[in-house]
């Protein structure tokens, strides 16, 4: 059985345009298949920014950390366990003034952790999280893939690689804010 991971970061939830059509590519991918899938919804998770406490909290030894200290890790390990446990991560991604969604960040955030999903080398950092596939459906109001403006798709593919996922794909859907759309 396929495990996959389907991340929405939509302000608009359901209704948004990311939303719909990953929904779509998720159908696809589970039609007649023997799949489990678990859905992450960022936008009404509420995931916090990053604060030093909760680093701290990673980086004590579970065995030592305090109640609070425990409370702080069992998010991000609970979020790198779904990830870990995933083969398919199929990611539905607005553009947001030329980036990922803040909720995508911070959840970004909790999943890269030195040790557990990459290693630093002698000759840098090495992803632990190998073979996996990631398929990213991007959505936008206007027209940026392969331009300048673009720094979403090489953030993603260059965070993706950190943590070991390199099989990565994108499906676009632009221009949905032009005039004409």
Request: proline share 3%; aromatic share 8%.
């Amino acid at each position: 059985m396929k495990n996959i991971l389907f991340i929405t970061s939509s302000l608009n939830g359901r209704q948004g345009q990311s939303t719909m059509l990953g929904e779509v590519l998720l159908s696809n991918l589970t039609a007649g298949a023997n799949v489990n899938v678990v859905k992450r919804d960022l936008a009404s998770d509420n995931l916090p920014h990053l604060t030093q406490a909760e680093m701290g909290a990673w980086m004590t030894e579970e065995s030592q950390r305090n109640e609070e200290q425990a409370m702080l890790a069992e998010t991000s390990d609970k979020l790198i366990k779904e990830l870990q446990d995933s083969d398919i991560l199929v990611l539905s991604m607005p553009m947001y003034n030329f980036g990922v969604p803040s909720t995508f960040k911070a959840w970004v955030d909790r999943v890269a952790r030195a040790g557990v999903t990459f290693r630093y080398t002698e000759n840098g950092p090495v992803g632990l999280l190998e073979n996996k596939k990631a398929i990213i459906v991007a959505v936008r109001g206007g027209i940026y893939a392969g331009t300048e403006h673009d720094s979403q798709t090489q953030y993603l593919k260059d965070f993706l690689a950190f943590i070991g996922i390199k099989d990565v794909s994108f499906t676009y859907a632009e221009g949905l804010n032009m005039p004409g759309s």
